[in-house]
Nanobody, 123 residues
Framework: QVQLVESGGGSVQAGGSLRLSCAAS????????LGWFRQAPGKEREGLAA????????VYSDSLEDRNFISQDNAKRMIYLHMNNLKPEDTARYYC????????????????WGQGTQVTVSS
């Protein structure tokens, strides 16, 4: 049973924008903290941002610049990662994830993973 499905990745030029989407199952959306990780080639997977849909509280990693932000749509059971002024160093595979609580949004807390969506930024 697929619990998290990402979409919205693609290839863009530097300075462009993308909105990544993650559709969650009803169980996950109603009871978990949802958010995003990314993994660049040769690097570890890092947490970016998370939201607890039940109350809208958010957690942001220091590594996620202010030009990016997370949002939610309760009616659609979806979360989004809005990325603006993209840079080549943003090139990575982006994963939607779910955990029991947002906490510090660390990889060790994740219970569910999506398959990921690739973002490639060219200079």
């Amino acid at each position: 049973q697929v619990q998290l499905v990402e979409s919205g990745g693609g290839s863009v030029q530097a300075g462009g924008s993308l909105r990544l989407s993650c559709a969650a199952s009803e169980y996950i959306y109603s009871s978990k903290c949802l958010g995003w990780f990314r993994q660049a080639p040769g690097k570890e997977r890092e947490g970016l941002a998370a939201v607890y849909p039940a109350d809208g509280s958010t957690v942001y990693s220091d590594s996620l610049e202010d030009r990016n932000f997370i949002s939610q749509d309760n009616a659609k059971r979806m979360i989004y990662l809005h990325m603006n002024n993209l840079k080549p160093e943003d090139t990575a595979r982006y994963y939607c994830a779910a955990a029991a609580a947002c906490g510090s949004w660390h990889i060790s807390d994740i219970a569910y993973w999506g398959q990921g969506t690739q973002v490639t930024v060219s200079s």
